[in-house]
């Protein structure tokens, strides 16, 4: 009997170490699941690239616009990163070529040209409107665009709008001023403030409120840049990224984002208002 009890007692002590083993092998195999599950949650998230146009240089737009793609991941469970180009010439290169411009926040002309062209959907623009400011250093008074003819003149290159709109305002070949491309307006207004050149095309917004800088003149106003996508994005996450934008005023994370980027909100946008802008790019190269 007792050699049988004893039996019994090994029995029952194995059969309590198989059930612990068997409990930490079920734990060991839960915990292995959640990992893979998190695993392939990360593996499945799409790397999507924000383009912006080059206003300012590449160093200062990256810096400018990671808070907004920071939050787009952030609301959208995705990756979005920011890249922009040198300067417009390769900027209209790539878009025309479609390479790597998943979104897009640019200027009216371009925002228009992508819907029709290129079949992009415009998801929300930045408030109110824009124009551009023909500007001198604030010793140099000018009050007429004309007395700028024959001197160093200086904006980003067409197809950039003000590029567009220098060559509007000199549509006589006799008589313009002596152009002076730049990679971008923040570096063409540097040039000013130094007095390098006489005169720099820049967006308004740029110099509002500077008193570094005269205002010669400043041009009809565009639509705000609007933010685009192109048919890559699936219309799910489209969505996701309008409510997103639309939305950011409202929470304590998406005022942050607005106001690191400077925005005060982004509003509702569509085709209609950005239709006729592609026109101005007509006499560009490989419209």
Wanted: include cysteine; hydrophobic fraction near 40%.
């Amino acid at each position: 009997m007792n050699i049988t009890g004893h039996n019994e007692f090994e029995e029952i002590g194995t059969m309590n170490i198989f059930l612990k083993y068997q409990h930490v092998k079920y734990i060991k195999s839960c915990l292995l699941g959640l990992a893979m599950a998190a695993f392939s949650l990360e593996v499945a998230a799409e790397e999507y690239t924000l383009f912006v146009q080059p206003v300012q240089s590449q160093e200062q737009t990256q810096r400018a616009f990671k808070p907004l793609t920071d939050y787009l991941s952030a609301r959208t469970g995705q990756k979005f990163k920011v890249e922009t180009t040198l300067n417009f010439v390769t900027y209209w290169s790539r878009m025309r070529k479609q390479d790597g411009f998943d979104l897009v926040l640019d200027a009216a002309h371009f925002t228009d040209y992508r819907i029709k062209k290129l079949g992009f959907q415009v998801l929300v623009k930045l408030p109110d409107t824009v124009s551009y400011s023909l500007v001198t250093n604030e010793s140099l008074l000018l009050f007429d665009a004309e007395e700028l003819i024959g001197k160093k003149v200086a904006t980003a290159p067409s197809p950039s709008l003000g590029g567009v709109r220098l060559a509007q305002l000199y549509p006589n070949t006799l008589r313009q001023p002596v152009s002076v491309p730049t990679n971008n307006f923040a570096d063409a207004l540097t040039r000013v403030r130094s007095k390098a050149i006489d005169g720099a095309l820049v967006p308004t917004p740029l110099v509002s409120g500077d008193s570094t800088v005269n205002t010669v003149m400043t041009t009809e106003p565009v639509p705000h840049m609007g933010l685009s996508a192109s048919k890559k994005v699936p219309a799910e996450l489209r969505n996701k990224i309008r409510k997103a934008l639309l939305d950011a005023h409202t929470t304590p994370d998406g005022q942050t984002m607005l106001q690191k980027i400077n925005i005060q909100r982004f509003n509702p946008a569509n085709a209609k208002q950005y239709d006729g802008y592609a026109s101005l790019l007509e006499d560009v190269w490989g419209y």
